[in-house]
């Protein structure tokens, strides 16, 4: 018999929800594991091939101050899937964080992102932008207490801030690595 869910209680229920689950083992024991469920997300590394610059954001993001990281996290655009497709959803958090529109997007994978503690699974893009498809300043939405600032930076600079240990980000470095596998004449 595989291990199975017997059961799930609610702890708490607000931006995300958290959950302790019984687990059946195969063996017929019976553990719990804490659960953190607040649905799908996306992200996306927007990139101009011609300036060869990306566009991340930085935010106030209270787990890395708290864990003793910086006040503001530099990352790239990121969000939870509301009711669309995530390519809709990755280009909704685009226009609202960075004021990019994006076209054509290149799908890096769908990943659990922290397998042992969540049930998010972020579909993980690149999209290609050139100067035309700034559409707004960004910054996210005020209604949802996002302060976001937008940072366009040079394609070497972040190869650079990641051997200097300066992008911090789990899904902002997968998606530099995508990008410099998928396109290495932009880092030439």
Partial sequence: MAPRIGGVRLVHEGWARYLVAEVMQDDGTRITREMEDHGRAVAVLPYDPVRRVATLVSQFRAPVLYSGGPPSHIEVPAGLLDDGAPEDEVRREAVEETGL???????????????????ERMDLFLAAYGECDRTGVGGGLAAEGEAVAVHEIPLSELVAMTHRGALTDMKSLLLLFALQLRRPELFA
Avoid: E, F, N
């Fill in 101 to 119: 529109r994006l076209g054509d997007l290149d799908l890096v994978a769908s990943a659990w992102t922290m397998p042992g503690i969540s049930t």
